[in-house]
T-cell receptor, first 113, second 116 residues
Framework: GAVVSQHPSRVICKSGTSVKIECRSL??????MFWYRQFPKQSLMLMAT?????????EQGVEKDKFLINHASLTLSTLTVTSAHPEDSSFYIC?????????FGPGTRLTVL | AQSVTQLDSQVPVFEEAPVELRCNYS??????LFWYVQYPNQGLQLLLK??????LVKSINGFEAEFNKSQTSFHLRKPSVHISDTAEYFC??????????????FGKGTLLTVNP
């Protein structure tokens, strides 16, 4: 199946700093990628849809100025958590679609101290 | 809009026993259905998908799921589980066409625990 990678796999940062997470489709092109957030022992919550060459579409309740998304190429989308706070600590997962099926990256564990 | 219900939050079974993880969905349009597996601290891996054709779909590691349109279900089954099958399983649905975003709607997940 298609492969989606994420970098870094885990990051620890201080409160107030910004963190960038990369999502790459390795063997296919993705005009659309999705960013999810997962809290412990819970399902995935869609945060935003990243569209190559245009603005991201955010889900209700997700702060677009807090979670900046850039989809500069057909294989790369980035999520930047700006001025991170402890409540932003979570597992962030990206997804891209290949031949009708969504494939997920391995996730990024963000811990904000 | 679509919704997904996974009726069991946890399913404990013994090794080599059969298992069924239930998934029901609600949608006013035709849908595609998926099962994903998540191991601790990892992302989601696609286990099975139903897009069209045969309603019974199978994975390479012995899981299978059957799309039942009349009962709006897509239950996941395995005749004999292994300890390595212990993981969280998510059922997901997406409308089959139209809508540029192809958003997935997830169930809350079922934790399958296989005991020796």
């Amino acid at each position: 199946g298609a492969v989606v990678s994420q970098h870094p796999s885990r990051v620890i940062c201080k409160s107030g700093t910004s963190v960038k997470i990369e999502c790459r489709s390795l063997d296919f092109q993705a005009t659309t990628m999705f960013w999810y957030r997962q809290f412990p022992k819970q399902s995935l919550m869609l945060m935003a849809t990243s569209n190559e060459g245009s603005k991201a579409t955010y889900e209700q309740g997700v702060e677009k100025d807090k979670f900046l998304i850039n989809h500069a190429s057909l294989t790369l989308s980035t999520l930047t958590v700006t001025s991170a706070h402890p409540e932003d600590s979570s597992f962030y997962i990206c997804s891209a679609r290949d031949q009708g099926a969504p494939y997920f990256g391995p996730g990024t564990r963000l811990t904000v101290l | 809009a679509q919704s997904v219900t996974q009726l069991d939050s946890q399913v404990p079974v013994f090794e080599e026993a059969p298992v069924e993880l239930r998934c029901n969905y609600s949608s006013s349009v035709s849908v595609y259905l998926f099962w994903y597996v998540q191991y601790p601290n990892q992302g989601l891996q696609l286990l099975l998908k139903y897009l069209s054709g045969s309603t019974l779909v199978k994975s390479i590691n012995g899981f299978e799921a059957e799309f039942n349109k009349s009962q709006t279900s897509f239950h996941l089954r395995k005749p004999s589980v292994h300890i390595s099958d212990t993981a969280e399983y998510f059922c997901a649905v997406r409308r089959d066409r139209g809508g540029s975003n192809y958003k997935l709607t997830f169930g809350k997940g079922t934790l399958l625990t296989v005991n020796p």
